[in-house]
């Protein structure tokens, strides 16, 4: 796997890769129906997974066009396994409530007809577990092909860049690079770890960022979007999650090069400059963007000091003062997070708030905007998605009271799980359903109590009732639209399933441990 593909020309990569097609779409049998609901009604975590997963290698991939790739289509129906194409399915709005009245997914965020591994990037995941759990290599060899027949073929040769992320896929049947919904635009916004093997596709990806995404390499001005095929980076929309996946990739780059590539340590210099310089110098909170300055948008500085955590731990053997800047990054994220007065079980998580003061924001009527508060169950809104950012900063500060301060508010909003169920005369979405129950596993790692674990075996059998059955191994977008969809991962149906991967290995681990006691 040497060299960089032209598009179309796909050659003996693509017969190497090639993954078997079947002839006709899936077709629901007696013994199928039978043996899903069997499944299904006897809540077996493992068996659902698995054959999400055979369902998805032997109709989700690519098998349009002249060209069939290993890539996976990220609009399914459910019940033949075709990718849906066009203007179709369409979600509509839905009266949620007064916080979220207006409902949609914008046309030019989902991949209809795409392949987009970034999106797919939990389908991955999902397919390593099973290799993990069963012992079955070809779980791993089809999300290897995959992931290799993408960063050998999709990338830019002018730019660098990847058909991925919100904007972008590689169409399924035009064989190319496709813009969706007419936008088109470059879009890097969470991190993808898997580069063993592709070097130079790094490397190229690496400095794309560098030399197309960022529009001033003195002050590091950059937007998140960008120009796919063509040098066109746009500016002030420097959003600290994003800019977080960036330093991800150039620390990645650097240490491929035993910390000689001193560019991308300068590219990650630059960045943590801006950042700085945008910060508060009193509540330390840092602004949605360049563009946005009055507010601060609080799980993207959460992602971001995350993401730049995990960086430096790739940066620590060959620059350890670059390392410990990254991580002042972190602890100034911890520190102006943690000062706000939170009020999780009243008025709900604080997740944007006025730059200086650290007040809730409001719009310019004295309203609180939609997106100012969290709340169990809404829909973009759950709290529980925060708690699992809150979560990850706990794992990684150091800092004795600021470990204490989000594992308080941890529990707090898990707590809140153990008695509230969804209200299910509103649709109840995959991506809902995933955020809790990794919530309540993340509670049970950190205290050791069952009772968070059996409650996110609860919402295991809930997920399992709402979003599957027994016409289809997929699970639907949601308890009322009836299609698979993973555009953006806001709504991605792989989020659930990878979730009961999880759910499954945690109450094995429970019930090996009981086994032993008892011999």
């Known amino acids: 796997m040497t060299g ?72 399914i129906n459910r019940f033949t396994g075709e990718a849906f194409g066009g203007r179709r399915p369409s979600i509509q709005t839905y009266p949620y409530n007064e916080y979220c009245a ?19 990037r939990k389908l991955y995941n999902i397919l390593y577990e099973l290799t993990e759990t069963t012992g079955s290599p070809e779980y791993v060899e089809v999300a290897d092909n995959s992931i290799d027949w993408f960063l050998e073929n999709a990338q830019n040769p002018k730019t660098g860049f990847y058909p991925w992320g919100t904007h972008m896929g590689w169409h399924l049947r035009q064989d190319k690079p496709h813009p969706i919904g007419g936008y088109g635009g470059h879009e890097y916004h969470y991190v993808w770890p898997k580069w063993e093997g592709h070097p130079a596709a790094l490397k190229r990806f690496a400095y794309g960022l560098w030399n197309h995404q960022i529009a001033d390499q003195e002050t590091g001005n950059f937007s998140r979007h960008a120009r796919f095929a063509k040098h066109g980076p746009e500016k002030d929309m ?37 950042y700085e310089e945008l910060r508060h110098p009193e509540t330390k909170l840092l602004p949605m963007c360049s563009k ?116 308080q508010l941890i529990l707090e909003t898990a707590n ?22 990794n919530l309540l596993l993340n509670t049970y790692e950190m205290t050791g109590d069952l009772v968070y674990l059996h409650r996110a075996d609860h919402f295991g059998r809930v997920a399992v009732d709402l979003l599957f059955d027994s016409t289809s191994p997929l699970p639907a977008i949601n308890s009322v639209d ?8 806001i709504y991605g149906c792989t989020m659930v399933v990878e979730a009961l991967v999880k759910l499954h290995s945690a109450l094995d681990r429970v019930s090996q441990e009981d086994s032993a006691v008892v011999e």
């Open 102 to 120: 207006v409902h949609k997914i914008r046309r030019q965020d989902r991949s209809r007809l795409t392949g987009d591994p970034l999106c797919n």
């Open 416 to 437: 809140q799980y153990l008695s509230m169920n969804p209200d299910v005369d509103y649709p109840v979405y995959a991506r809902t359903m995933a955020v809790v129950i």
């Open 292 to 407: 946005r300055t009055d507010r601060a948008t609080l799980m993207m500085g959460l992602a971001g000091a995350i993401y730049i955590d995990d960086a430096a731990d790739r940066v620590e053997p060959y620059n350890p003062n670059l390392a410990s800047k990254m991580r002042k990054f972190g602890k100034r994220e911890d520190q102006g997070y943690l000062a706000l007065d939170q009020d999780v079980n009243g008025r709900g998580l604080i997740t944007i708030c006025e730059i200086d003061t650290g007040e809730p924001w409001k719009k310019s009527n004295g309203e609180y905007d939609k997106g100012t508060f969290r709340y169990p169950w809404f829909v973009k809104r759950e709290n529980a998605m925060v708690a699992n950012l809150l979560y990850e900063r706990y794992r990684r500060t150091e800092n004795p009271s600021h470990k204490k301060a989000y594992l």
């Open 482 to 489: 009836d299609w698979y969809e993973n555009s953006n991962n």
């Open 4 to 75: 960089l593909l032209v598009y179309g020309s796909l050659g003996s990569c693509m017969d190497a890769l090639a993954v078997e097609k079947p002839d006709n779409d899936w077709e629901l049998t007696v013994e199928k129906k039978q043996k899903l609901a069997k499944m299904q009604n006897e809540n077996d975590y493992l068996a659902i997974v698995k054959a999400y997963a055979d369902f998805m290698i032997a109709y989700g991939t690519d098998r349009y066009g002249s060209r069939h790739t290993p890539l996976f289509a990220t609009v």
């Open 238 to 274: 420097d959003f600290p999650r994003v800019g977080g996946t960036m330093i991800d990739i150039w620390a990645r780059q650097y240490a491929a090069s035993d910390g000689r590539d001193a560019e991308m340590a300068k590219a990650i210099n630059t960045l943590l400059d801006r």
